[in-house]
């Protein structure tokens, strides 16, 4: 699905054979000095287990310098674009628990945007990846991000609550009791037109259609208030990105469901 743009500048992924992508959110302007070129050798190759040199940028994410912070972030975001093999090195290397910490960087909106994408790719991958970002605390740390005042540290956490909750009962729950649905309901009226189809695909995810409590959640939801600005949004946007979404969400919610219909 549409979502924010991997620009990685002159940055080489590690190179592996090609494997079927996820869904993968893609993020515009990203932050702003270009990366080095040698981040790893041409022809590289991750060995299976934990990797050295992305264990080296896991533990910069925890630098007291910024600029080491960001060099390292960036890092990892290019290299999480080369497949899924890519993303579970990342994984083994521990990089969960301090992208978790660099979302509570109030003042860098850039490094909170890039940490929520970074999360945003790993747990699209499936249900190891989003119940390890579950055990890390990524919820109320990505909800919090809702509220911020920059639209696109908060449509990275919109794109990643997405993720994070599809097809994942445990995640919906947990992203729903975190406070999220009033949040995303109130982006719905943002003016940013991929911030309002992030938050339309994620309250359309958090229904959870494959669930056996899939009629609980699509009641709160409604009751919640998303049903009549979802319909707007669906009759008023002039983008066939939002117009999707809000179709899709409007599906979820209404799916074996006479009062949401």
């Known amino acids: 699905p549409p979502g924010i743009v991997h620009e990685m500048g002159s940055v080489k992924p590690v190179e592996l054979s090609p494997l079927p992508e996820p869904d993968?959110?893609?993020?515009?302007?990203?932050?702003g000095t270009p990366m080095r070129s040698n981040v790893f050798p041409v022809?590289?190759?991750?060995?299976?287990?934990?990797?050295?040199?992305?264990?080296?940028?896991?533990?910069?994410?925890r630098s007291?310098?910024?600029?080491?912070?960001?060099?390292?972030?960036m890092s990892l975001l290019a290299t999480a674009r080369g497949g899924i093999d890519m993303r579970n090195a990342i994984m083994q290397a521990g990089a969960v628990l301090p992208l978790v910490e660099l979302l509570r960087e109030m003042a860098a909106p850039g490094i909170q945007e890039a940490a929520a994408a970074a999360l945003g790719i790993l747990c699209a991958d499936g249900e190891a990846a989003q119940s390890t970002l579950l055990r890390a605390g990524a919820v109320p740390a990505?909800?919090?991000?809702?509220?911020?005042?920059?639209?696109?540290p908060t449509r990275a956490a919109a794109s990643a609550l997405r993720n994070l909750a599809a097809n994942h009962n445990q995640a919906q729950l947990a992203i729903a009791q975190a406070g999220a649905v009033a949040p995303?309901?109130?982006?719905?009226?943002?003016?940013?037109?991929?911030?309002?189809?992030q938050a339309a695909s994620a309250l359309g995810n958090l229904a959870g259609d494959s669930s056996e409590n899939h009629f609980d959640k699509q009641v709160m939801i409604a009751q919640a208030g998303a049903l009549t600005p979802l319909v707007r949004l669906l009759r008023t946007?002039?983008?066939a990105e939002v117009r999707e979404a809000c179709a899709s969400a409007l599906r979820m919610l209404a799916t074996n469901n006479a009062d949401n219909q």
């Not at 995303?184 to 189809?197: P, T, V």
Request: no cysteine; charged share 25%.
């Open 142 to 152: 990505l909800v919090r991000l809702l509220g911020s005042d920059a639209p696109v």
């Open 43 to 61: 022809g590289h190759k991750i060995p299976r287990g934990r990797s050295p040199e992305l264990i080296y940028y896991v533990e910069q994410l």
């Open 24 to 31: 993968i959110p893609e993020i515009s302007s990203l932050i």
């Open 237 to 239: 946007t002039d983008s």
């Open 184 to 197: 995303l309901i109130h982006l719905l009226s943002h003016s940013d037109r991929q911030l309002q189809a």
């Open 64 to 73: 007291r310098n910024r600029e080491e912070r960001h060099q390292a972030l």
